[in-house]
């Protein structure tokens, strides 16, 4: 029997959102930091400090995690394995040497792989509009937005450090304690900032410039989704 308690409410994952960006939502609904929000979710965490990391965090599930997600929100194993990296397994990445009892088995794979489990690319006006991270901005393969014809932001202009990852040299985990950065915010501490909350980077996330592409770049970005998504094309399975 797990442990794990039925949370009152958690939002509905949206079509294509990434498992970090879920969790955010979560936290936000339960009012609680990232870092709190994951525990109560029944996720098998490290934790270092203020802050605690799901293991192979939106990479792919430990059964344990998967064991406590489903009691704590009823939602059902394909919809929460949708929200990770591994469900392109087969087309775009090939997560073979991964060993779900030993997370350090992930660094090579990750470094093999184009994938970013640690940041994210992004692009500004789909944030301005949704809120949401969709999970393919985390393939090597993510380029430009086809909705909004612009490319997709890896850097914080602000700071310098790549989306989400915290710091440039050490992924940071999920903040544990308040006070929390305001929503959209970068919150990454750049190399020689101050020390403590005061270091984070205030950039607004959604407030960054997009660069215009042409529409055939576009074009372009959602055929390797559809490959990427296992879509035949020319009559044959898509392979890496
Ligand atoms: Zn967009
Ligand atoms: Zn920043």
Redesign the pocket.
């Known amino acids: 029997m797990s442990r794990v308690r039925r949370l009152p409410a958690v939002p509905c994952p949206v079509r294509g959102e990434g498992f970090a960006s879920w969790v955010d939502r979560v936290a936000a609904v339960l009012e609680v930091p990232p870092g709190v929000a994951a525990r109560a979710l029944g996720l098998e965490c490290r934790q270092w400090g203020s802050s605690t990391r799901p293991l192979f965090f939106g990479v792919t599930l430990t059964p344990a995690s998967l064991d406590g997600l489903r009691n704590a929100t009823g939602l059902r194993a394909a919809e929460l394995r949708q929200m990770h990296l591994d469900r392109y397994a087969g087309t775009v990445l090939d997560l073979s040497g991964v060993e779900l009892s030993r997370e350090a088995s992930l660094t090579a794979v990750a470094a093999r792989e184009w994938m970013m489990p640690t940041w994210s690319r992004a692009c500004p006006p789909c944030l301005k509009r949704d809120g949401v991270w969709p999970l393919w901005w985390r393939l090597g393969i993510a380029a430009v937005c086809p909705v909004h014809r612009c490319l997709l932001v890896d850097?914080?202009?602000?700071?310098?450090?790549r989306?989400l990852r915290g710091s440039e040299r050490v992924p940071r985990g999920l903040l544990t304690r308040e006070p929390l950065p305001a929503v959209g915010?970068?919150?990454?501490r750049?190399p020689h900032g101050p020390r403590g909350r005061a270091g984070?980077?205030?950039?607004v996330?959604p407030d960054i410039p997009a660069t215009a592409v042409p529409e055939v770049w576009a074009d372009l970005q959602r055929r390797v989704l559809a490959v990427a998504g296992g879509v035949r094309l020319s009559g044959s399975r898509a392979s890496r």
């Open positions: 850097v914080c202009p602000r700071c310098g450090v989306l915010e970068c919150a990454n750049p984070l980077c205030r950039q996330l």
